[in-house]
């Protein structure tokens, strides 16, 4: 059974509902899928006077985790077409993991939010899957066996490079189910491509 960590951080939570999903997929097709979230660095009192989403169920993540998934999918909410301070801060301390080479071969990938639709999902998706590179990772995509982001009838989040949603620009619109879909798609994939390498 291949083991899947899906590792997120959500201000609103957009992105919990989203790795939530994803593990979803990744369980259909048979792994371990565990949810963790990296921890939140904005001070407390600011936090909580911008309503972000502080109760969420899931364990905050270590960087000594990483190396115990045999695939790890990793999600952001976008800031100004980067990935969020948070992420990133999490993932820089993961230097030893680098030197050791103790992620080379594992399945990574990656899903996003942003507030708009050209908000840039798939620079941010980008910037993850960047880092999995180099930290060398083999990577999953989100294929167009996702129809769902063929859609033109509704807004849909969803690029070949992972699964986004779109927020709206107050944060009031939640996942669609095609944007669910395709988180659950791209955790299935995942999960394969993983039982695939260390079955």
Known sequence: MAKVLVLYYSTY???ETMA???????????????IKRVPETVPDDVARS?????DQAAPIGTIADLEHYDAIIVGTGTRFGRISSQMASFLDQAGSLWMRGALNGKVGAAFASTGTQHGGQEVTLFSLITNLLHFGMIIVGLPYSHQGMMSTTEIVG?????AT?????????????????????QGMLVAKTAAKIFG
Do not use: C, N, W
Not at 158 to 162: E, K, R
């Open 13 to 15: 939570g957009h992105i």
């Open 20 to 34: 939530q999903a994803v593990a979803e997929g990744a369980r259909s097709a048979g792994a371990q899928a565990d």
């Open 50 to 54: 911008a309503h972000f989403k502080l």
């Open 158 to 162: 969803g690029t070949p490079y992972g």
């Open 165 to 185: 949603t779109v927020a709206g620009g107050d944060g009031s619109r939640q996942p669609t189910e095609i944007d669910l879909a395709g988180a659950r798609h």
